[in-house]
């Protein structure tokens, strides 16, 4: 593979997850942080107005106007956009002959500590992400099973590097704690590129646990399409652990358990994330998958 060109530091995909917005501005501040010889560093504010707004977006969503079809359609016009167009315009492998990485930074109201997102299942990832979790053992891996067709997040720009996301933290807060875990990760990234392009990598022999992401489930609703449950007690907080059939998973507002009527063993993720309300997601199920 060739070395890479540019490295690409994404923060503010939404303008209420202040841990990215404000390592951004770090590094625009301290740009000797992310420099490295063998390759550029940009560190980028993707929605500056939802920033300055202190809200996740001003229009839609930024991080699901990647579609190609979005992307090469003349009559959106909303202000994220015209945004994800020019982002694409800059910095996305397809579109330059540069081979760009990006790593965006987000934070989640759930439980998910620290989670390094594949933006795909190249070769180069797998090394990227082995190496990771040799260092941070805590860090959880996780991918998408859609292989990237055609995706409206912006991670999908590029084929290499991925999502840095970490929680919880709630909206429009600043943890301490989770944003010096993400510079450090981030960091980290910066320099095993460097590694990679001069050639001193050394494969991690650790064996990879990935957790794949298969679908997203919505609250109990009535007709009028009102919430009837809530997460239930004993699987709020708890991402990455178990759920078998049988196991409570809502609890109505008359207290009442919902169980999960699934027939295998899944791992919730994003559980009772606070943005996903509106799109209609109580949680996503994953599967885990290990190799050696």
């Known amino acids: 593979m060739n070395q890479i060109k540019r490295v690409v530091i994404v923060g503010g995909t939404h303008g209420n997850e202040l841990t990215g917005i404000y390592l951004v501005k770090k590094f625009d501040r301290a740009p000797e942080l992310i420099g490295r010889s063998t390759f550029e560093t940009i ?12 809200r996740r977006y001003v229009d839609i969503d930024l991080n699901r106007c990647f579609r190609q079809q ?39 109201t759930s439980n998910m500590g620290l989670t390094f997102i594949l933006a795909s299942h190249h070769p180069f990832n797998l090394q990227l992400a082995a190496y990771l979790t040799s260092l941070y053992p805590h860090l959880k891996l996780l991918a998408s099973t859609t292989k990237n067709h055609d995706s409206p997040l912006l991670r999908s720009i590029s084929s290499l590097g991925g999502t840095l996301e970490v929680g919880a933290v709630p909206q429009g807060v600043l943890n301490a704690s989770l944003f010096q875990q993400t510079e450090q990760v981030a960091c980290t990234i ?19 646990t990935i957790y794949h992401s298969i679908q997203a489930i919505d609250y109990p609703r009535n007709e009028q399409g009102e919430i009837q449950a809530m997460i239930h007690p004993q699987l709020q907080g708890r991402d990455y652990e178990a759920l078998n059939p049988g196991d409570p ?10 169980l999960y ?5 899944v791992y919730p993720i994003f559980i009772n994330e606070a943005a996903y309300y509106e799109k209609g997601i109580a949680m996503c199920f994953a599967r885990k998958a290990n190799s050696h």
């Not at 460097?194 to 494969?203: D, I, K, L, S, Y």
């Not at 998973?249 to 919902?258: C, H, K, R, Y």
Request: proline share 5%; with cysteine; net charge negative.
């Open 70 to 108: 979005d992307l090469e359609n003349p009559g959106l016009s909303s202000y994220e956009a015209q945004r994800a167009k020019e982002i694409y315009r800059s910095f996305s492998s397809k579109n330059t002959q540069q081979q760009n990485l990006i790593i965006d930074l987000h934070s989640t």
């Open 261 to 265: 009527e699934g027939k295998s063993t």
């Open 43 to 54: 560190a980028l504010l993707a929605n500056p107005k939802a920033c300055e707004m202190g």
């Open 249 to 258: 998973i809502f609890l109505t507002f008359d207290s009442e358990p919902v």
């Open 190 to 208: 910066l320099d095993w590129v460097e590694a990679f392009n001069q050639g001193t990598v050394t494969a991690a022999k650790n064996p990879l």
